[in-house]
């Protein structure tokens, strides 16, 4: 069986990494954990090196999501990668195993989830079963360093979705209805949280139109539940 590399990126996440190391560290189908550091001004490293199986990267300066998620990629010694965020919520030791048997029984390339959500802006994710900018993800390293070498910021989501639908190839939606991730308002406070949530959003589109989304949100959670059907997969 196929080993796996856990890689969490990391930018000011001191006081929530934590959190999601404890279900990660001792996790029996996860070889290694790597945490790369994207220049985290807080307590992020301090917290991140009480845990002393943890191979820790940091940058100096903040560099970007995906170049932190390559680095990530070219430091795992292992053919499959999971790419956790450092900041979700109600985390469990059942989630990781549901995100990770799919492709480590090589039913399937990738995994990838749709999380709890709170707000009305993500009904149209949910109904399809599909959330595009998942950053909770399994997948063949070979496959990710390929798309990480010339992937761009906050679309790297979906620059690796594209090249899965592109190349046919397999990937499920597993339903992480437990697990969330916080507002951005509630961890960086009213006026910098919704200016970074919209900073991200001009950042995506910019790079991918809106028209691109939908359409890939509609052929994703078509393909998902027809691998589900074919694979008799539940989750």
């Not at 807080?42 to 191979?55: C, G, Q, S, Y």
């Not at 990267?57 to 499959?80: P, V």
């Not at 399937?108 to 959330?131: A, P, Q, R």
Request: charged share 25%; with cysteine; hydrophobic share 40%.
């Amino acid at each position: 069986m196929k080993k796996v590399s856990c890689i969490i990126c990391a930018y000011n996440e001191g006081p929530r990494i934590g959190d999601i190391l404890k279900v990660v560290i001792n996790h029996p189908l996860l070889d290694e954990i790597i945490v790369v550091d994207d220049g985290s001004s807080d307590n992020t490293a301090r917290e991140v090196l009480k845990f002393e199986e943890i191979r820790f990267f940091k940058h100096e300066k903040n560099l970007g999501k995906s170049r932190s998620m390559l680095d990530g990629c070219n430091n795992a010694k292992n053919d499959l990668l999971m790419f956790l965020d450092a900041d979700l919520i109600g985390l469990t030791t059942d989630n990781i195993t549901q995100l990770v048997k799919p492709v480590q029984n090589g039913l399937v390339d990738m995994t990838m989830t749709i999380c709890k959500y709170d707000f009305v802006l993500n009904g149209f994710s949910k109904l399809l079963g599909v959330e595009i900018t998942s950053g909770e993800r399994v997948i063949k390293k070979e496959i990710a360093k390929n798309i990480l070498k010339n992937a761009i910021g906050y679309s790297v989501e979906i620059q690796m979705n594209q090249h899965i639908l592109d190349n046919n190839l397999k990937f499920i939606v597993v339903s992480w209805l437990n697990v969330k991730p916080p507002f951005k308002r509630k961890k960086e406070g009213i006026k910098k949280g919704v200016l970074s949530t919209f900073i991200g959003f001009k950042q995506l589109i910019t790079k991918v139109s809106l028209i691109h989304i939908i359409i890939q949100m509609l052929k994703m959670g078509k393909l998902s539940g027809r691998y589900k059907k074919e694979l008799n997969i539940s989750i």
